[in-house]
């Protein structure tokens, strides 16, 4: 399942982002790493096992590791969800695998990967069944005053008008005549 959002709209209409119909991976693009920590922040904890959710950076990422984790089952069971940051930065092999998605093991569990640009694993991963993909687009110049009243909101801080005022005298994207 492939989406495309706002910030602001997607967390209006899924304010935990994951809920029990969600695939078991979530592919989450967006244009910038603070827009992405407000979306990660936002998934509901008790939706993982012992309320944790393990992060891996892409480059760290192996192939030996991904077929343990997602092609095999452990000992004592893989019960682990994962984040991996920059999931881009993997090696060819590890894309590979993961293009594979009817093969990978997720029986209640979660495998979130970040992504910051169209990528050729996401191409082939968003038709299928069992992932979805949120791409979240940057907001227009014309947009600039709802992505400020969303962060003031998402971050509880209240602006005065003078705050206001001097973020939009200062703000690169608008042009003044």
Not at 52 to 68: F, H, I, N, P, R
Request: hydrophobic share 40%.
């Amino acid at each position: 399942m492939h989406s495309n959002w706002k910030i602001w709209d997607l967390l209006k209409s899924r304010p935990k982002v994951i809920d029990e119909d969600t695939p078991s991976i979530v592919a989450i693009q967006t244009w910038d790493s603070f827009a992405f920590k407000i979306i990660k922040d936002k998934l509901p904890r008790e939706n993982f096992t012992e309320s944790k959710l393990y992060v891996k950076s892409g480059k760290e990422v192996t192939l030996s590791w991904l077929e343990d984790s997602f092609k095999s089952l452990g000992l004592f069971g893989n019960s682990e969800s994962y984040l991996i940051l920059d999931a881009g930065s993997m090696n060819m092999s590890c894309k590979d695998l993961l293009k594979e998605v009817d093969e990978l093991i997720l029986d209640g569990r979660y495998l979130f990967l970040e992504f910051t640009k169209e990528e050729e694993l996401l191409k082939k991963i968003k038709t299928h069944g069992k992932v979805e993909l949120l791409k979240v687009q940057p907001p227009g110049f014309w947009e600039i005053d709802k992505l400020l009243d969303f962060l003031c909101d998402e971050l509880e801080v209240y602006l005065d008008v003078s705050a206001l005022s001097l973020i939009h005298i200062s703000e690169p994207t608008r042009r003044t005549p």
